[in-house]
């Protein structure tokens, strides 16, 4: 049983035969028969690593630029994003930026690197959307749940959680651009009590920088707060399950963390 992990998305069994994948790095006995495993049962999946020991219970397995989870027996075949819910770190997402900085972190593979059970379609997620093919309004949002901040012609809009890692990141490389940015905060990692006190805060920017900071916000009013919950209703219609997720301003999206020079780039491509 897993103590400090929790993974979401789909769980499917593996139950193909045929085929052989090469794997370019393994690691140990466990890894080496994993890998004769999934050759036989994922013959279409080219295998790139298998790591056995970095989360108790399950194998990661990266192909390409893609990360998926087996058991050590090779049976279950789990598509998803781990998180350490002591740490709050999405390790999935931590794994796809090392593997390639542009990676689409906010889904943990792309659709189309590995099959489905059957061999014949790819498995889908919710979060691997093609950057800008997934588009949404936000038109009707309340302004109550925004914090807009920065001053530049071009807008986008981030829903974001305060303790997730790769939202700071975020937050620090739009700080740098000639853009404005509206903050719609949501509680992924259960952090809605921090996003009552920024939205409540006499000053929201510098709460907002604080609280990426994991500092004290400073006094708190009474305030409405329903705009917040019009952001995590509106995450929960449009499959919003990771953070962060940009929205520009002719309502294209794109999960998780992106550089700047790519923002840069995408945001002029705006309708």
Same mark, same amino acid.
């Given at each position: ?17 045929? @085929?052989?994948? %090469?794997? !370019?790095? &393994?690691?140990?006995?466990? *890894? $080496? =028969? ?71 972190? @906010?889904?943990? %593979?792309? !659709?189309? &690197?590995?099959?489905?059970? *059957? $061999? =014949? ?151």
């Amino acid at each position: 049983m897993l103590r400090r992990t929790i993974l979401f998305m789909s769980l499917a069994a593996a139950v193909l035969a045929g @085929g052989a994948g %090469a794997i !370019a790095h &393994a690691v140990g006995d466990s *890894e $080496g =028969s994993l890998s004769k495993v999934l050759a036989v049962r994922l013959p279409k999946t080219p295998l790139t690593a298998i790591d056995c020991a970095k989360i108790e219970g399950l194998c990661e397995v990266q192909s390409g630029a893609n990360l998926f989870y087996t058991d050590r027996a090779g049976r279950f075949l789990m598509v998803g994003r781990v998180y350490d819910m002591e740490t709050r770190h999405d390790l999935t997402a931590a794994r796809l930026l090392e593997i390639s900085p542009e990676t689409l972190v @906010g889904g943990a %593979a792309k !659709a189309a &690197a590995i099959e489905s059970p *059957e $061999g =014949s379609s790819p498995t889908t997620t919710s979060q691997s959307v093609a950057a800008g093919a997934e588009r949404v309004s936000i038109a009707d949002l309340p302004a109550s749940g925004a914090i807009t901040w920065g001053s530049g012609a071009q807008t986008v809009t981030v829903f974001s959680d305060f303790r997730c890692g790769y939202c700071g990141q975020l937050h620090q490389a739009l700080a740098g651009m000639n853009v404005t940015v509206i903050e719609r905060p949501i509680s992924v990692l259960g952090t809605r009590s921090i996003s009552d006190a920024v939205i409540c805060s006499q000053d929201r920017v510098k709460a907002v920088e604080k609280a990426y900071k994991h500092e004290p916000l400073g006094p708190t009013r009474r305030c409405d707060t329903s705009g917040l919950d019009a952001n995590e209703g509106f995450a929960r219609t449009h499959g919003f399950t990771g953070t962060p997720v940009i929205v520009r301003s002719d309502g294209a999206v794109v999960h998780g963390y992106r550089p700047p020079a790519f923002l840069a780039a995408w945001l002029k491509e705006a309708r």
